[in-house]
Structures are given as C-alpha cells and as structure tokens.
C-alpha cells in the first residue's frame, strides 16, 4: 500500500476545520461526543482570515516544568508542548485518524505487515546542519531500542519495531517483530520525534537540555525553573498538513514560562505579563470568557482518560465484590460537577471518545448505588464498627490512595471527596500525597488506588494498563495488576487485526471486561484549555490537542 504526497491538499482542507480556535464552548460539549473539539466559534473564524504577521514573540506560561526535552526520554505532556515546536516525525496523524506524509514523503507497507518502506524529503537539514537522511532515522529508532538511552514512552510507542535497513540515502525500510496496527499511528507521536545524530552522540545523556530537531523552531536556552526559549528556524519548509503554513513560522520566538501555581499562571494571562497559559482552571473559564482582552482555545485529549486503577495485588481488592463495592459507592458525576463545574466530560471507558474503539454502550452503565455498596463488603464479611468503619478478623478495612504533588487538575481533590464517599461505607481512606510517585507507585507498588492518564491517538495504548504481560510497575504488573487471558488474548488480536469493524469489537470486549470486572474507576476526559490575549492568533492543535505554532502570529 502507497501514501503518497499528492493527497496533501484534500487533507488541508479537513485541517481547516480543526482549527480548534474557540471561546465559550467549555460548557456545550456534551458526555460522550467523538469529536477533539468543538466547532470553531464566530470570533474564531474571524481570528483565521486575519492576515498572519511576521515578527514577535509569543510568551506561553505552561503548568509544570518539563522533565527533559529529548523526546525518547520524556514521560511528561508538559514536555511536548515545546518538544513539538523544535521537532518533526516521519508522518503525520489528521484529526479523522488518517496518516499524511511529513519528513516521509510516501510509504510501502509489505504483504505480512511486518516492514514499512519510506521514501524521505531530501532538502531537510537538523538545526545543527546535519542532514536528515535514512541514517538519521536508522538511528533515531534504534536510539529508543538501546537500553542505554532508558526510553520512556518512545520504547512503548516504536513497539513492534525491531531494525532499520538503509536501502540509499533518502530510503529506510523499517522491520517489525509482529504486524501492528497502531505502529504507523505511533510514528506521528512527538515522543518518537527524529532528533539530531550527531547532537545525540554529542550530548549523550544531556540531550534533554540541548535538543536539535528539524523543527519550526530552534531551541535557544532552558533556565531550570524559570522559561524555555525557542527561535524561528528561517529555512523551514516542511510542515505537516496539520497548519496552513508550510514554511518557516511567523513568530521570532516562543518562550514557555514555568508557572505551576494556577493563580499566578492565569493572573499573569490577566494582566498581560504572558500572553498565553495552560490548563485553565474550571472556576476561571466563566470569568476569561467574559473578558473582552482574552480568548479561549481548547481540544479534548485523546487515549486513556484520567482513571483510578485499582491495584489488584493489595487485598481485599484482588475480591471483586470489593472492587465492585468501590465502584458502587463512588459518585464520578458528583466528583465531576462538584469540581469541574461542567468544563470537563466525565468518562466511562478506558478509552476516551476520541480514541478508535470506543465503546459508547458503555455510557451511563455504572450509577451510584450504596446499598449495593454495603451488601457487597457485607457478603466479603466485613461489619461495621462503633466508629463506622468495616472490620474484619480485627482489621480495619482501609484503603491507601495515592496521588502525586502539585494538584495537577484537581487530582487531590478527587481523592479529598472519594475519602468523604467511601466513609459512607465504612471504607477508611488513607490518601498520601506524593512528589515521589515513582519509587512509591511504580517501584514498590505500594498502592491500593492510583490514578493516571495517558495522551495516545491508537487503543493499543490499553496494552501497558491492562495486558498481563506489561510490567509496567515495579517490573512485575501493569497498575492495576490486572491479568486475564481473554483481555489479553483481545488486545493481542485488535494489534493486527486488518478489518476495523473486527477491531472496534475486539476493543469493545477489553472495555466491557475492564468495567464488569471493576478493574479501574474512569473519571474524566481532559480538555487541554489555553487562555490568550486576543492580539494571539493562529494557535491550531495536532490530533493528541497538543499546540502548534507554525501559524501563530501577534496581531498588532
């Protein structure tokens, strides 16, 4: 099978539409819709036919700090914001799921599915002047294999990948273990971005502070703690059909501001001190809609919602009429409304409705039921002491929730009121929060709830949650310590299986079996909020809602 780069323009005009540049639709959008974002709204529309301006810098206050900027060793969203700006990838994934040519040109899948053949651009160089070639690739790929170089997310993403051929200059043919549906899907991901060989070989293990890519912007500085700055590469010219401008962006620089407190992040958007910010607060989205100087952009995230997994390796909660207990008595609307005051949709499933697979039979299935509650651990054993807390052969039932530090959205305020739900039912929740989530979650598994989140454009993202051959915890379970040989054996067949209405079903099953057996409890869906001043236009989102930049301009 042929991709070829003739279908560039057909694809720029879907692009158009998923310009993503809103305001007001916070409160619109409705549980269940499979769409990133909403339409464009007027104001919206009016900011894309405005006649883009060269020059600028563009100030961008981001939540967190970003753990590196070498792509295949970063397990941070915050991160791409700016890997995205300073780094490109082989292809491009389109709003609709389909793959476009970027650094590639065009592509040959092999009969078996098991070797992708891509032809490359001949006229890109690096930012530090090598040139971008079939080696350049060769080595990217291989990069993420190496132990050496302790891959994060890339290692699972390039997963069937095993070697790269150099068939000439400007052609590598890349083979795979297995088939894999989701490998063509996984190479548009910034995390599996083509960084400079030589850079790589010259930085080693600091390539994260020093990254050279091919992209619209070359990175400047990093002051830890304080702002990441990158500047305009004038000889770009190959951007991916995700943006209208395929040249060189017209901003001189971008400079992300680190800002993790939210009041000082949205209270410098306020008063002009930056003129973009991240992850808007649901109680500030009324306020900055109101505001005649600010706009709003916003994209749902695709992949796994944010979800409480249930470890399974911690009794009683290996019973499943314990789990099930936990996912009668927690209120997932009441915890959504109560916090997120309708900016944010509730999830269902342990894929987001953006994602291919999703089931949305699933909606509305699991309700709150107390009574259900108290039954359950009743039948377990567990009677209800003078304090109100179950015991049973003399212990407590307790139940150790563990979250990470800052309040990343909210996500300690969730564990705050599910602690007040599951008093009713005489569980007693013992919430720890942590700045130390690694050694605490995944080295020692040392958990019986812990919630995460993960930005993925493919279902084959449910493997490293719920497949009992990843170990993504301690080297030994995936999160919630989850094995079952039909779950596995679906998720197995859904990686090569070429007819997609087989595989939405096969992804149905691993969904309805995730949620019947309470393995997890799904909480949100995460709109990725930006809050600009109205002189910023042009900002556009890539099919993850991660931001571009290539058309973004100041008005003056």
């Not at 995390?191 to 070989?201: K, W």
């Not at 807390?389 to 305020?413: A, F, Q």
Request: aromatic share 8%; proline share 6%.
């Amino acid at each position: 099978m042929l991709r070829k780069k003739s279908g560039w323009k057909s694809i720029l005009a879907l692009t158009v539409v998923f310009a993503l540049v809103l305001s007001g639709c916070a409160s619109t959008e409705k549980s269940g819709n499979s769409n990133n974002a909403a339409e464009p709204s007027p104001s919206a529309d009016a900011a894309v036919t405005a006649a883009p301006l060269t020059g600028g810098e563009l100030s961008y206050a981001l939540a967190t700090s970003p753990d590196t900027l070498d792509p295949h060793r970063s397990g941070l969203a915050v991160a791409v914001r700016a890997i995205r700006t300073i780094h490109d990838n082989l292809v491009a994934q389109l709003p609709d799921g389909t793959i476009a040519p970027w650094l590639a040109t065009e592509w040959e899948i092999s009969e078996d599915g098991k070797s992708y053949t891509f032809k490359l651009r001949q006229d890109v160089k690096f930012h530090d002047g090598t040139p971008f070639n079939a080696e350049a690739v060769k080595f990217n790929y291989d990069r993420i294999l190496n132990p050496e170089t302790k891959a994060a997310n890339s290692a699972a993403l390039i997963r069937p990948y095993k070697s790269s051929e150099v068939i000439d200059e400007y052609t590598v043919k890349l083979n795979l273990e297995t088939p894999s549906n989701a490998f063509l899907g996984n190479l548009s991901q910034a995390l599996v971005s083509i960084v400079s060989p030589t850079a790589a070989q010259k930085y080693g293990d600091q390539l994260g502070k020093n990254p050279v890519g091919t992209g619209p912007f070359k990175f400047v500085s990093w002051e830890e703690n304080s702002q990441i700055t990158v500047e305009r590469n004038a000889d770009y010219n190959w951007a991916p059909p995700l943006v209208e401008n395929q040249k060189a962006p017209y901003l001189d620089k971008v400079i992300f501001k680190i800002a993790p407190e939210e009041a000082t992040r949205i209270g410098s958007v306020q008063s002009g001190q930056v003129l973009a910010g991240e992850t808007i607060p649901p109680q500030n989205i009324l306020a900055l809609e109101k505001d005649e100087k600010l706009q709003l952009f916003k994209a749902n995230t695709q992949g796994l919602p944010y979800t409480l997994f249930i470890n399974q390796n911690k009794a009683p909660w290996n019973e499943l009429k314990a789990r099930q207990a936990l996912q009668a008595a927690i209120d997932v609307d009441a915890i959504v409304k109560t916090l997120y005051l309708g900016t944010y949709d509730r999830a269902w499933s342990p894929l987001t409705p953006g994602t291919f697979g999703y089931d949305k039979s699933l909606e509305g299935g699991v309700k709150p039921d107390l009574d259900k509650a108290n039954a359950l651990l009743e039948e377990l054993g567990y009677v209800k002491g003078a304090d109100g807390i179950r015991v049973k052969d003399g212990k407590k039932l307790t139940l150790h929730y563990v979250d990470g530090s800052p309040n990343r959205e909210k996500r300690n305020d969730i564990a705050a009121i599910i602690q007040q739900q599951l008093k009713q039912i005489g569980v007693a929740v013992e919430v720890e929060i942590t700045k130390d989530v690694r050694s605490i979650v995944f080295e020692s598994a040392n958990y019986d709830i812990y919630g995460n989140s993960q930005v993925n454009s493919d279902p084959e993202a449910l493997r490293s949650f719920y497949h009992s051959g990843a170990a993504s915890v301690g080297g030994k379970q995936n999160l919630p310590a989850y094995k079952n040989a039909e779950v596995d054996s679906w998720i197995d067949q859904g990686l090569v299986e070429k007819d997609t209405a087989k595989r939405q079903e096969l992804y149905a099953n691993v969904q309805k079996a995730i949620i019947e057996q309470a393995v997890i409890i799904p909480i949100y869906v995460f709109p990725y909020t930006i809050a600009a001043s109205k002189t910023v236009q042009g900002i556009k989102f890539d099919s993850l809602a991660y931001p571009l930049f290539n058309d973004t301009f100041i008005q003056k």
